[in-house]
T-cell receptor, first 114, second 111 residues
């Protein structure tokens, strides 16, 4: 049973565009929602994360929007650059005693063209 | 600052062989975990630990063993390798708040 569903699988945008990646979750106990960026041959790296007490969080060009009632959250990349080309994963977990247990989406391969 | 270090980076095993994937962290995190990454499936949790001497199973634990004798180290053992265990393996260590740091991965091929 996939608890975190991510879409789209792949995305191509032009430089300066705003790619949007969406995730939906099922487990209402989740209270931590991170996004990870992964370049080929590397491990995932934390990009930005949000908790369910806020509806939006911005860090630089990256924004998470969170809709608790719909059990959905999304990543927006403003003014996208070719260097943003990577695979992006959403994830969810319950912090505290099970902070190690991240449930990941299946990933979105983003390509930013010139 | 090394963060999370995994060894080896690449490994080829024959079916039935056993091996240990090493993971070490220098951030003094209590929480550590192992994931496998397969195309189109994201990362799936194999085993995790909330402190030295405490481990538990994740989503896909069959065929793998772990132990945690120190805070720093969390090795993953493949008992009898099978082709279905061909994957990229990632170790992570985490703050209690959930922020996780991943190693560079071990690419394992079982023939």
């Amino acid at each position: 049973q996939q608890q975190v569903k991510q879409s789209p699988q792949s995305l191509i945008v032009q430089k300066g565009g705003i790619p949007i990646i969406n995730c939906a979750y099922e487990n209402t106990a989740f209270d931590y929602f991170p996004w990870y960026q992964q370049f080929p041959g590397k491990g995932p790296a934390l990009l930005i994360a949000i908790r369910p007490d806020v509806s939006e969080k911005k860090e630089g060009r990256f924004t998470i929007s969170f809709n608790k009632s719909a059990k959905q959250f999304s990543l927006h990349i403003m003014d996208s650059q070719p260097g943003d080309s990577a695979t992006y994963f959403c994830a969810a977990s319950v912090v505290g005693g099970t902070a190690s247990k991240l449930t990941f989406g299946t990933g979105t391969r983003l390509q930013v063209t010139l | 600052n090394a963060g999370v270090t995994q060894t080896p980076k690449f490994q080829v095993l024959k079916t039935g062989q056993s091996m240990t994937l090493q993971c070490a962290q220098d951030m003094n995190h209590e929480y550590m975990s192992w994931y496998r990454q397969d195309p189109g499936m994201g990362l799936r949790l194999i085993h995790y630990s909330v402190g030295a001497g405490i481990t538990d199973q994740g989503e896909v634990p069959n065929g793998y063993n772990v132990s945690r004798s120190t805070t720093e180290d969390f090795p993953l053992r493949l008992l009898s390798a099978a082709p279905s265990q061909t994957s990229v393996y990632f170790c992570a260590s985490s703050y209690p708040t959930g922020e996780a740091f991943f190693g560079q991965g071990t690419r394992l091929t079982v023939v």
